[in-house]
């Protein structure tokens, strides 16, 4: 199968060099490769849901729908896979690419798996980091597919545009459990593997929750039916993601999308500054009160946040 050749090729050496190179660094480091990097304007597609919802394979089928509507000579779309790591050996499959075959072997698509590691909230914790690396080789797109914890998953919102959270059929309590949680953020739900029992039921069961939860000034979250084994509903779950683009674009400001990035950024790079003070500190330090020990941090945090340098 031959796929149409880019005219400035992309340097998948160097990309893969400095997204490990993010992956890797701590905070401090962080600090001083991106400190002067501002979030742009590369539109972010989050794909999120639980284990087993196929969400590889979905994006799969809709990476090669989404790369329709750029140059066939220039057009590029990067996929983040966030694999979950082990909690005890801290290793992960970073399988998704077997699950991509269609564009995996596609020049005009980036795919890069990168575990959870210690993050609990279906990211990882330079994922802010790692997104930046991805814009700055100007991707038309980038979508970035989470672990798929569930409810926790809420920070994902923070990094993109558009959630589409992926629902298998027979959900049952699932959908129940997730009333108050990620179905709140979710923008376009997908019910995949729509040819199996059920697959109806859960649809009446998320309309009848998005109901009750939307308001009339806010976007109305779409319930599509989907099969990304057999390739159908892939088209209408584009349209709706365009449809939800253009909403953002209408709703909010350029300058309100990136201060809402660099503020969780900011956050990000906080807790992940205290974590590794916190890991690193003396034992005997927590022997002290509450207050000292939190003072103590909070000069420390103080500290490492003076001129950054790369280590």
Known sequence: MTHPAATSPLDRR?????????????????????GDAR??????????????????????????????????????????????????????????????AKVAGDP?????????????????????????VLESYRFDEILLETVGVGQAEYAVRNQVDTVVLIIPPNAG??????????????????INKSDLPEADKTRLELSAIIERRTSEADWRTRVLMVSALAGTGIDALHDAIDAHQRWVRDTKSADQVR??????????????????????????????????????????????????SAE
Do not use: W
Request: hydrophobic content about 40%.
């Open 14 to 34: 160097a990309l893969a060099r400095r997204l490990t190179q993010a992956l890797e660094a701590s905070a401090h480091q962080s600090l001083a490769s991106f």
């Open 39 to 100: 979030h742009g304007h590369t539109p972010r597609i989050g794909i999120t849901g639980a284990p087993g919802a196929g969400k590889s394979t979905l994006i799969d089928q809709l990476a090669l729908r989404r790369i329709e509507r750029y140059d066939p000579a220039t057009g590029r779309l990067a996929v983040l896979a966030i694999d979950p790591s082990s909690p005890l050996s801290r290793g992960s499959i970073l399988g998704d690419r077997i699950r991509m």
């Open 108 to 132: 005009r698509f980036y795919i890069r798996s990168v575990p959870s590691r210690r993050s609990q909230d279906g990211l990882c914790d330079n994922v802010a980091d790692l997104l930046l």
């Open 173 to 190: 309590d699932t959908v129940q459990a997730m009333k108050a949680g990620i179905v709140e953020i979710a923008d376009i739900i997908v």
């Open 259 to 308: 201060r809402e990035r660099a503020r969780h950024h900011v956050e990000s790079l906080l807790e992940r500054s205290l974590r590794a003070h916190i890991a690193n500190a003396e034992g005997d330090l927590f022997e002290q009160p509450l207050s000292e020990v939190f003072q103590t941090l909070a000069r420390r945090l103080a500290a490492e946040a003076g001129p950054a």
